[in-house]
C-alpha cells in the first residue's frame, strides 16, 4: 500500500510481479494525485535513503488524478529489492528539468542520480520478496 506522504487524499498500490515466464514488473496505481503541468511528472522510486533511490520510471497524470503504469524492472534489480537494500517505494511530483541535471550531475561525479521531487506517496516492500532479504539477517 501507498500512502499519502503531503496529508492529501492520494493513495495507492506498488506490487511487484511477473509477466509472462520471464519479465519482472512493478505494477503502480494511485489516485487522487494532482494532474501534472507541463514539465513535471510522477517518478516511482525504489528507496532506502534520499542518497540511496533508483528512479525506476516517470509518467505524467491526467485530469482524473490517476496513475497506473508497469515497469521492467531487471533481475539484478530485484536482488537489491529481496536483500533489504531498497526496502520502500517512494512516488515524487517532479519536474523533469530538475530530474535532467540531476543526471547530469550523476554522470560528472560518476555516481547514481539523487533523489528529486516532492514526495506524495510512501509505501513499504512487504511480501516474500522483501521476506527472501531478511531471512539471513
Known amino acids: 500500500m501507498l500512502s499519502s506522504a503531503n496529508g492529501s487524499d492520494a493513495s495507492g498500490r506498488a506490487v511487484f510481479g511477473r509477466v509472462g515466464k520471464e519479465e519482472i514488473v512493478l505494477q503502480v496505481t494511485a489516485e487522487g494525485l494532482e494532474p501534472t503541468g ?3 511528472s ?3 522510486w525504489l528507496y532506502r535513503t534520499p542518497k540511496l533511490a533508483l528512479r525506476v520510471g516517470s509518467v505524467p497524470v491526467g485530469d482524473a488524478g490517476r496513475l497506473g503504469a508497469r515497469f521492467a524492472i ?4 530485484l536482488a537489491y529489492v529481496a536483500s533489504g537494500a531498497f526496502n520502500q517505494v517512494y512516488v515524487s511530483r517532479t519536474a523533469n528539468a530538475a530530474y535532467r541535471r540531476e543526471v547530469a550531475r550523476a554522470k560528472k ?10 514526495t506524495v506517496l510512501t509505501g513499504e516492500i512487504t511480501g516474500p520478496i522483501a521476506k527472501a532479504g531478511s ?3
Open 74 to 77: 531487471p533481475a539484478e534489480l
Open 38 to 40: 507541463k514539465g513535471q
Open 42 to 44: 510522477y517518478t516511482i
Open 135 to 137: 531471512e539471513g539477517r
Open 109 to 118: 561525479n560518476s555516481s547514481i542520480p539523487r533523489y528529486t521531487g516532492e
